[in-house]
């Protein structure tokens, strides 16, 4: 594994990880907490883009517990503060509010992946490297030992093993992007070439998302193997 990503509040900046444990739910404190509208309705970057524009992390980073977030102006509020609510109502224009869920709110499954591999060859689009793999929001970055660009596909139906001893994971469909793609994670400056890509050359299919089979801890550096369904 190259990388762990936990987005504590959905559609916020997130936090990169060392070692995470994944439950049935996915990574503890992935995605907990959402902004949602005054008739309840989940609001994400799709519809407003600024939500990017904030930070969240857990101060209790084992358990997923104590969501903090870092406003564009850079103040330091509790997810219920109600000084945030009003300071996300601000910057998109609308009064919300934000909600807890125990279980949740992943968009297809609990734990998204993407591969190094892929990654870069999505940058190719860009003229850079690699793409910004936070543009793609994904819970496990995984580094292939060939660079079989979009091995992903294959994983449909298969197994993953993130480690020896650690969690495993049934990959259950291919990911559909959209626009979050297209904001550069910290300026939030539009770059369409990404999503244009992915429309052309990949039906807007990138990455995949399973569902926990076996909980565990995950650790970056831990091999992956791909069992074949």
């Known amino acids: 594994m190259a990388d762990l990503w936990r987005f504590p509040v959905k559609s916020f900046g997130g936090e990169r990880l060392r070692r995470a444990f994944v439950g049935p739910f996915g990574i503890l404190g992935d995605r907990r907490v959402a902004v949602v509208d005054d008739a309840g309705n989940p609001l994400t970057a799709r ?3 600024a939500l990017l524009g904030f930070r969240a992390s857990c101060s209790e980073p ?3 517990d104590g969501v ?3 406003t564009p102006e850079g103040w330091e509020l509790a997810w219920d503060d109600p000084s945030l609510a009003a300071e996300v109502s601000r910057a998109i224009g609308q009064d919300v509010s934000l909600l807890r869920s125990a279980m949740g709110m992943q968009d297809a499954a609990p734990v998204h992946l993407v591969s190094t591999a892929s990654l870069a060859a999505v940058g ?3 003229e850079v490297e690699e793409t910004d793999r936070r543009r793609f929001r994904a819970n496990v970055v995984v580094e292939l030992e060939d660079d079989d660009a979009f091995a992903e596909d294959a994983w449909i139906g298969a ?3 993130l480690g020896d001893e650690g969690p495993v994971l049934q990959v259950v469909s291919p990911t ?3 626009a979050i793609t297209t904001f550069d994670p910290d300026t939030l400056e539009r770059d369409n070439r990404v999503l244009a890509g992915l429309a052309r050359e990949r ?3 990138f990455g995949v998302y399973a569902r926990v089979a076996r909980p565990g801890w995950a650790e970056v550096g831990a091999p992956v193997r791909v069992v074949p369904a």
Request: net charge negative; with cysteine.
């Open 47 to 49: 519809r407003a883009h």
């Open 62 to 64: 084992e358990s997923g």
């Open 68 to 70: 903090e977030v870092s």
């Open 124 to 126: 190719a689009w860009q």
């Open 159 to 161: 197994t993953l093993r």
């Open 176 to 178: 559909e992007r959209c």
């Open 203 to 205: 039906e807007n299919l």
